[in-house]
């Protein structure tokens, strides 16, 4: 059976840091992208990043974000510096067996449970 568990989120003020952790059962990622979604209080999920053949960032990123992926642990991680309390959301990973970056939310085919990322100012 396929899962997606996230961690590594938390309460951190403005400019700290976090690495939040996708970890993948029940399949291998080895050719899967792996996306990581945001939604935030009152608003639509979006896309922050994403790792494939190819990777992705949203603009608001700005830098400040790094995707990175060990197959050999069937884990995939976002390093996220500089934080912003806009950046406070529930962070969400995904996976798609289109090995690239650029595929609609509903074309993934599995999805994480979410972590909680909260930015105080």
């Known amino acids: 059976q396929a899962q997606l568990v996230e961690s590594g989120g938390g309460l951190v003020q403005a400019g700290g840091s976090l690495k939040l952790s996708c970890k993948a059962s029940g399949f291998s990622i080895d050719y899967y992208t792996i996306g990581w979604f945001r939604q935030a209080p009152g608003k639509e999920r979006e896309a922050v990043s994403c790792s494939a053949s190819n990777t992705y960032y949203a603009d608001f990123v700005e830098g400040r974000f790094t995707v990175s992926r060990d197959n050999a642990k069937n884990t995939v991680y976002l390093q996220m510096n500089s934080l912003k309390p806009d950046d406070t959301a529930v962070y969400f990973c995904?996976?798609?067996?289109?090995?690239?970056?650029?595929?609609?939310?509903?074309?993934?085919?599995?999805w994480g449970q979410g972590t909680k990322v909260t930015v105080s100012s």
């Open positions: 995904a996976a798609d067996s289109l090995f690239a970056c650029g595929s609609q939310q509903d074309e993934y085919d599995y």
